[in-house]
């Protein structure tokens, strides 16, 4: 079954088209990763996926992104609401540095205002730092604030932090760029845990990691000459509409089961990006 | 070992081949560089020490003198009845506890909500913002005269010329604070990293929520810090007080209705009408500074400390 299902998005910050024309479907309970060089847009179009787009000044997108067959863009749909069913992980850890480690667990309770017994609480916090395997490491010190743990661990209390608000999906964007090794292998052995019960979207700059974790790989990319070929194509077709960039906006490129993508792409492109003749 | 010492110290060594060859003229220049670069070093530390004697000798004339009269009598009782020796300064100190308290109730609100208002929700380059930070400039520049006069004013349309209460001061005294507020909140909230907003926003926060639960707090210390800046500047605000709260013997509580003693005009009356026993009043005048320049000092320690103590905590 899809989870999210992404028809004709096309993603602007005020007139600048950054990503132009996905289409793809994210099965459900599985990881899927976004890859591609740098300004491809894979970012931009992972923060559409729930609206945090949109908190970006100029932030807009044209076309729909389904969860579960209801469109996140319709109308009277609330990207508040949004965001508590796809969560979100950013590249650098950011505990609140105001909150003990429990509090940075429970914060998506207490940020919505919704009251929770204190037994309640506790194991709120203990299940989700069980599922982002860390409470073995940090169950005796929860009171303790979340910025005095490690790089690889403050990136794992995020992850219980966004588990906690019990989410669909879960969306992850580069988020061991900053880590050492240990901590991203710790890191993607979670992530294989964590499609057991989440739809789970990567964006990684590091190929290896899209191969070793990923079920699908999407490969994105920002090709000057395709896109002059394709609006030339466009305007002979009479079509006015499509908007023009000063850079060429990210596409998607090409999108397959990850071991068919890495070990035969269909795309040039791709076999270029994979084989490292650029990005 | 040897070996790795030779290494390392070859390249050191060709750099001191030229200076040891060098004629004697570049060498008197370079020594002349020298004494130069020393005076004028000499000279900013001259400027450093001509700054701190004054400061020296006015806390040492405010100590040496102010000591005669911090007794128990100066803490406790007003000036009521006194034409002497004795009295104190006590209707002058809840005065000024009185009118910075109502301040504060005024200005940290109203302060902390614009510049949330400034750095949260207003849109990057609008022109109402930028309007609104260039009438928080301005309001730096009023004169604390022309805040009194305007808060006498106000209340003089309403309630007639006759007016003086503490409550006046303290709007006088809001309209020179508020902009320190505005500013030093705005320079805070511009440091709380983007990232804890977004992270907030991604749990499915409300924006206000995120603002309350996690900007304000991560921005504490240095909004209190900032707050307690704000003090220490209109805590030893005159003209205003001497127009609107205008000065009093007695102990008066109440700060919506009749005139207030304050330690900045307490001292200016000690020492502008004295009664026969001058050496008493000028002892009063002297004891009152001394109390006002500890509160200030206390205030910005506090602000110095607020930061560190808060993180501390947590």
Excluded at chain 2, 55 to 82: H, N, P, Q, Y
Excluded at chain 2, 86 to 104: D, K, M, P, S, Y
Excluded at chain 2, 172 to 186: D, G, H, K, Q
Aim: aromatic share 6%.
């Amino acid at each position: 079954m899809n989870e999210l299902e992404i028809k004709d998005l096309n993603a602007y910050y005020g007139d600048f088209l950054a990503v132009s024309q996905v289409n793809m479907d994210i099965p459900d309970k599985s990881i899927t990763a976004f890859i591609g060089p740098s300004g491809c847009g894979k970012s931009t179009l992972l923060r559409t996926l729930n609206r945090m787009h949109e908190a970006v000044p100029g932030g807009r997108i044209t076309g729909e992104v389904a969860l579960e067959g209801q469109d996140l863009y319709g109308s009277g749909v609330d990207p508040v609401g949004v965001r508590r069913k796809v969560g979100m992980v950013f590249q650098k850890a950011n505990p609140f540095p105001s909150m003990s480690i429990y509090e940075n667990v429970i914060a998506g309770v207490r940020l919505r205002n919704k009251r929770i017994s204190r037994k309640d609480a506790d194991e709120l916090v203990e299940r989700s730092l069980r599922q982002a395997n860390l409470w073995d490491e940090v169950h005796d010190r929860l009171q303790t604030p979340g910025g005095a743990l490690s790089g690889g661990q403050q990136q794992r209390l995020c992850i219980a932090r966004a588990v906690a608000v019990e989410p669909k999906v879960i969306l992850l964007d580069e988020p061991c760029s900053a880590l050492d090794p240990v901590s991203t292998l710790a890191i993607e052995q979670l992530l294989l845990e964590l499609k057991e019960r989440y739809t789970v979207v990567i964006v990684t700059h590091n190929m290896q990691q899209a191969a070793r974790v990923s079920d699908q790989t999407a490969f994105f990319h920002a090709d000057a000459e395709a896109w002059a070929e394709l609006t030339r194509l466009e305007a002979t077709l009479g079509d006015k509409s499509l908007p023009q960039g000063t850079r060429p906006p990210g596409r998607l490129v090409e999108y397959a089961p990850t071991d068919e993508l890495f070990n035969n792409p269909r795309n040039k492109a791709t076999a270029d990006y994979l084989s490292g003749r650029f990005g | 070992m040897t070996q790795l010492d030779n290494q390392l110290a070859i390249p050191e060594l060709q750099l001191d081949v030229p200076v040891v060859h060098e004629d004697q003229s570049v060498l008197k220049a370079q020594s002349r560089a020298l004494i130069k670069d020393k005076v004028i070093a000499a000279l900013f530390a001259l400027a450093a020490v001509a700054i701190a004697i004054p400061l020296i000798s006015l806390l040492w004339t405010v100590v040496s003198r102010g000591l005669a009269r911090i007794d128990a009598e100066f803490f406790t009782s007003s000036m009521k009845g006194v034409v002497g020796a004795g009295g104190g300064a006590l209707h002058a100190i809840v005065g000024t506890l009185e009118i910075t308290g109502l301040t504060l109730l005024v200005s940290v609100p109203i302060g902390i909500a614009a510049a949330v208002f400034l750095t949260e929700y207003a849109a990057p380059g609008s022109r109402f913002a930028s309007c609104v930070r260039f009438l928080v400039d301005v309001m730096t520049g009023i004169p604390s005269i022309v805040a009194g006069l305007f808060a006498y004013s106000l209340f003089s349309l309403v309630l007639g010329p006759a007016y003086r209460s503490g409550i006046a001061a303290a709007l006088a005294l809001s309209l020179l604070m508020l902009p320190v507020v505005i500013r030093s909140t705005e320079e805070v909230l511009l440091l709380v990293p983007h990232d804890l907003r977004e992270a907030g926003w991604a749990l499915g926060a409300e924006k206000h929520t995120v603002i309350w639960k996690v900007v304000l707090p991560a921005a504490l210390p240095g909004v209190i810090s900032g707050v307690l800046n704000g003090v220490a500047r209109i805590i030893g605000e005159t003209a205003p007080l001497l127009l609107v709260s205008g000065f009093a013997d007695a102990m008066n509580y109440n700060p919506l209705e009749g005139r207030m003693a304050s330690l900045p005009v307490y001292i200016y009356t000690q020492w502008q009408m004295k009664g026969l026993d001058a050496q008493a009043y000028d002892d009063r005048a002297w004891s009152a500074a001394l109390v006002l320049i500890a509160v200030v000092a206390v205030l910005a320690l506090a602000a110095r400390l607020a930061p560190r103590l808060l993180k501390g905590k947590k």
